[in-house]
């Protein structure tokens, strides 16, 4: 058993134990595309079409088979008589792909697909900072003094035999996750002012703000690989909060959102990183990979752990509003290559796009979906949060 492995099965028995539920010995089913967050982390606006009428052999579910409830497809018609309505629309093509699609138009039949004008907002590795679905983040700095936000200690890659597009290609992506990281500091930060408005316990508040704390040292430790790479110091600019913070104490919502940036966005994290991790080669960033996969892991046993809480507190309501999420999870093909360069950009704990969807993909199907099976059918008790802490 490679350690990815053994770090996923590690990860799935944790919490299926928190959920107070037994382990279950692995999950089948069609893999989950995953999309890591752009370099612009606003959403993208986009045409998104999908066949119409949509035939079983889709994976879609029942949204369209044999011309659906809203499409002809049936014997002797050649045209479906309409596309479905926006809200009908939004769950087919969230069903696609790993992320969010708004749908902001009417559909438009053309050549046998049903198109509408949509916002789309990737899944991002972690926990990000939402607003309004849209994960923000800081700009970076180029600056003589990184304030600190670079300083790690014993923490210069080998970077000596590399090109210098290399070099470029890592330090954008490391510079990328950095501001991910620095912005995770926020929505930690939030969440614990919602976990307080929502009247929850002492610990799942505590734990909140210890994540906050791993968080800016993670983005510590992604920006002084940023700097390394680049040659220069490398650090976040001032935060855009727009002067205020929005903040939820639906508990429902508050559920539904740690599902989806936790539960699902923090368990992948975890999982990526750890598989970073068993391909890198070079010690500095070995060392940053440990302990963020390490991290992360927490971070997820902490959503499920307030998930699980939520559920027992609010009950079939906030269930709905949980299972809604994990509905969301659709079936879709891996696809797609990685870039040139690929085997010494792993030894740089660097996938690319193929990887990290095949790893996310990995999280979805040994440990997302069973969990959540396990988690809407069952009651948890008031032991479970205490195997958190354990």
Not at 261 to 285: M, Q, R, S, W
Not at 303 to 327: C, K, L, N, Q
Request: aromatic content about 6%; glycine content about 12%.
């Amino acid at each position: 058993m490679n350690t990815a492995h053994a770090f996923r099965r590690t990860l799935a028995h944790r919490l299926f134990a928190l959920l107070a539920l037994p382990a279950a010995a692995g999950a089948a089913g069609c893999t989950t595309a995953y999309s890591s967050c752009p370099e612009d982390p606003e959403p993208v606006s986009k045409v998104a079409c999908f066949a119409w009428p949509q035939d079983d052999a889709s994976g879609l579910g029942d949204a369209g088979g044999e011309g659906g409830a809203w499409g002809g497809g049936g014997a002797g018609e050649s045209e479906p008589v309409a596309c479905p309505p926006r809200p009908e629309a939004q769950e087919i093509l969230n069903r696609t792909g790993f992320g969010s699609h708004s749908v902001k138009s009417d559909g438009a039949l053309q050549d046998g697909q049903c198109c509408y004008q949509a916002y789309f907002i990737p899944m991002c590795e972690g926990r990000p900072y939402l607003v309004e679905e849209a994960a923000r983040t800081a700009p970076f700095v180029r600056a003589r003094g990184s304030a600190g936000w670079g300083a790690a200690e014993a923490l210069a890659p080998r970077i000596d035999h590399l090109t210098a597009d290399l070099r470029a290609e890592l330090a954008a992506a490391w510079t990328r996750d950095a501001l991910f990281e620095h912005a995770s500091v926020a929505s930690f930060g939030r969440f614990a002012l919602e976990l307080l408005a929502a009247g929850a316990p002492a610990d799942l508040v505590e734990e909140a703000h210890r994540a906050a704390l791993d968080e800016a040292r993670h983005a510590r430790l992604c920006f002084a690989l940023a700097s390394a790479y680049a040659g220069e110091a490398i650090a976040p600019g001032a935060f855009p909060f727009d002067g205020r913070v929005e903040v939820e104490a639906d508990l429902a919502s508050i559920a539904a959102r740690a599902a989806k940036e936790g539960c699902i966005g923090e368990t992948i994290a975890a999982v990526v990183a750890a598989e970073e991790l068993g391909a890198a080669e070079d010690p500095a960033v070995r060392s940053a990979l440990a302990i963020i996969a390490a991290d992360e892991a927490r971070h997820a046993e902490l959503a499920w752990a307030t998930v699980a809480w939520a559920i027992r507190a609010g009950g079939e309501r906030v269930r709905a509003a949980v299972e809604e999420v994990f509905a969301g999870l659709g079936r879709a093909e891996l696809g797609g290559g990685d870039n040139a360069g690929g085997a010494q950009l792993a030894a740089h704990g660097r996938f690319g796009a193929a990887a990290r969807g095949e790893a996310a993909a990995r999280a979805i199907e040994e440990i997302v979906r069973p969990a959540s099976r396990l988690l809407l059918a069952g009651r948890p008790d008031g032991a479970a949060q205490s195997a958190m802490m354990a």
